[in-house]
């Protein structure tokens, strides 16, 4: 846990990116298109519209294939951010490798699970099970999220995890989600300071507010998937990222953005990830 100093009055600017799925290989291809072009084009473009954020969330499958050299190539693509980044790690991710590459990088990635900046506590969990698409929160993860909230209640909430703990509303990424989704929505529902959820792993926009709490999922930066598909679909959008604006009040003010064309070389008959 550590104590980063703001201006409390002023909302805290985040930007979120997710999915980046980087190869080690330099002809590594998600559904055809090259994931690290992609994420440095959906960087530049948080760069020109959000400026440098007082923090970046990294929301997991950083890497495809789990090797050193994809998280070696993912660090330094994020070399010249000029905030803290923080990192969760997603089914894809090798989570030792990761940490591992991570701690020795000379880029801004910071290892801490929970922090807290001005009146917002930010709480990353690891969902991650080896070998497994769909994601489970340990009963040690579970409660540390229940230790971190009770820790400082004076504090908003903004909990970050990689899989679903809501439906997306299609039955094949509704196979895949969080496994024990309610005991973490009865662990959130239990105080009243949590005001935002956010994740990733489903490769598209969702937003829902639930008992008064925001709950957030966010494109890929590299390829996207059909929302309310019964089956597999790539999606013919655009990769892009949110923003966050944290509120001193609680309030949550946040937004997806997408590059301005869809992925090159994106596969749409893609049978699967
Ligand atoms: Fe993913
Ligand atoms: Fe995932």
Avoid at 25 to 41: C, H, I, K, Y
Avoid at 164 to 171: K, V
Wanted: hydrophobic share 35%; charged share 20%; with cysteine.
């Amino acid at each position: 846990m550590t104590k980063r100093a703001n201006n409390s009055s002023r909302p805290l600017q985040v930007v979120q990116f997710t999915d980046t799925h980087f190869f080690g290989s330099p002809q590594g291809r998600l559904m055809g298109v090259d994931t690290s072009f992609t994420f440095a084009e959906v960087k530049r473009l948080a760069q020109s519209q959000r400026g440098t954020p007082d923090f970046y969330l990294l929301t997991g499958d950083i890497s495809q294939d789990e090797t050193e050299s994809s998280y070696r190539k993912f660090s330094q693509s994020i070399r010249d951010l000029q905030a803290p980044a923080y990192v969760l790690p997603g089914n894809h991710d090798a989570r030792a490798v990761m940490r591992q590459v991570f701690s020795e990088s000379d880029a801004p990635i910071r290892d801490d699970l929970s922090f807290v900046s001005g009146a917002w506590q930010i709480i990353l969990l690891d969902t991650l099970v080896e070998r497994q698409v769909g994601g489970h929160l340990s009963e040690t993860e579970l409660e540390r999220l229940e230790v971190a909230l009770s820790a400082y209640p004076e504090h908003h909430a903004l909990v970050c995890l990689h899989h679903h703990p809501l439906p997306a509303g299609a039955s094949w990424i509704d196979g895949i989600g969080l496994d024990n989704a309610a005991d973490f929505t009865d662990t959130l529902d239990r105080h009243t300071n949590v005001k935002g959820v956010l994740w990733g792993h489903i490769h598209q926009q969702f937003d829902l507010e639930r008992r008064g709490v925001k709950y957030m999922a966010t494109p890929s930066t590299c390829v996207q998937f059909k929302p309310r598909s019964e089956s597999f679909a790539v999606d013919a959008v655009p990769p892009g990222y949110r923003w966050l604006e944290l509120c001193a009040d609680g309030h949550v003010l946040s937004g997806v953005e997408r590059a301005s064309r869809v992925a090159t070389g994106l596969d749409l008959s893609s049978a699967g990830y």
